[in-house]
C-alpha cells in the first residue's frame, strides 16, 4: 500500500502552531495536475479561425460539458460551464497522471490524489454547497418542496420526506465515495499483478516466466488499458451526477 502513503515531499515535518503544514506528495500532485491542465488550456485557446488538433481537443471538451448541461438542466445550465468543466478536466488529468509509468525515473513515485477520500470528498462537498447554495438562493425556502414529489398523499409526506431528505444528504457522500472506490481498487489490482510479475522473474524457468510472469504481465496491461477508460468514465460520471445535481436545485418540480 506504499503507493497511497502521504509522505513529505522534503523528508521532513514542517510545523506551524503545532499543526502539521508540511508540502507532501498529494501536494505536490495537485500542484502537478494543475500545471498539466494550465498548459493544455492555455496552448488550445488560441482562436484560431481554423483550429489546429490542440484547439479542437480543447474546444470538444468545453463543447462536450456544455452540451451535457444544456442536456439535463437546459439554457440555464451554461452558468455552470465554468466549474463543471473544471471539475471534471480536473478529475480526469489526476487521474490519468496517476496512472502515468513515471516509477521509471529514479527517485519518481507517481502518485493518484483521487486514490483518496479527503479529496475527493472535498470535490463532493464543494459540488453539494453549490447545489445548496442554487437551491436556495433561486427558490428560498420552497427548496424544500424537493424532497416531496408531486402528487404525494398528504398522510405520507412525512415519511416521503424524511426519505427523500436522507437520500439527498447522502449525495455528496455517494459522489466522492464512487471515485475514490474505483481508482483505488484499480491500484490495488495493478500493484498485485505487478507483484506477480517480479516474483515470477525471481523463481525463474518456464515455472517462474510461463506460468506466472508472462500471464501477469498481459493481464496486467488490459488491465492498465482498462483503468485508463475508468479514468474517463469516472470523470465523466462525477461531472454528470453533478449537472443532475443542479438540475434539482434549478428546475424545481
Known sequence: MHQFLIEPVF????????????????????????VA?????????????????????????????TSMLTSNIGPQ?????????????FILFANILGLLPFGIVPGVHPFTITSHITVTGVLAI??????????FGK?????????????????MIPLIFVVELMSFLVRPFSLGLRLFVAMTAGHILLKV?????????????????????????????????????????QAYVFALLTSVYLNDAVNLH
Do not use: C
Open 11 to 34: 523528508g521532513r515535518d514542517w510545523t506551524l502552531f503545532g499543526h502539521n503544514i508540511a508540502f507532501t506528495n498529494s501536494a505536490l500532485w495537485m500542484v502537478a495536475t494543475l
Open 37 to 65: 491542465l494550465w498548459l493544455f488550456m492555455l496552448g488550445g485557446m488560441k482562436r484560431e479561425l481554423v483550429p489546429g488538433r490542440w484547439q479542437a481537443a480543447v474546444e470538444g471538451f468545453t463543447g462536450f460539458i
Open 77 to 89: 445550465g451554461k452558468r455552470f460551464v465554468p466549474y463543471v468543466f473544471s471539475l471534471f478536466m
Open 126 to 135: 464543494i459540488s453539494f454547497a453549490i447545489v445548496l447554495i442554487v437551491g
Open 139 to 155: 427558490h428560498g425556502f420552497h427548496f424544500f418542496s424537493l424532497f416531496v414529489p408531486h402528487g404525494t398523499p398528504v398522510l
Open 193 to 233: 499483478l505487478a507483484g506477480f510479475v517480479i516474483n515470477g522473474f525471481a523463481l525463474g524457468g518456464a515455472l517462474g516466466l510461463g506460468l506466472v510472469s508472462f500471464p501477469s504481465m498481459l493481464l496486467m496491461i488490459g488491465i492498465t488499458l482498462l483503468e485508463l477508460l475508468v479514468a474517463g468514465i
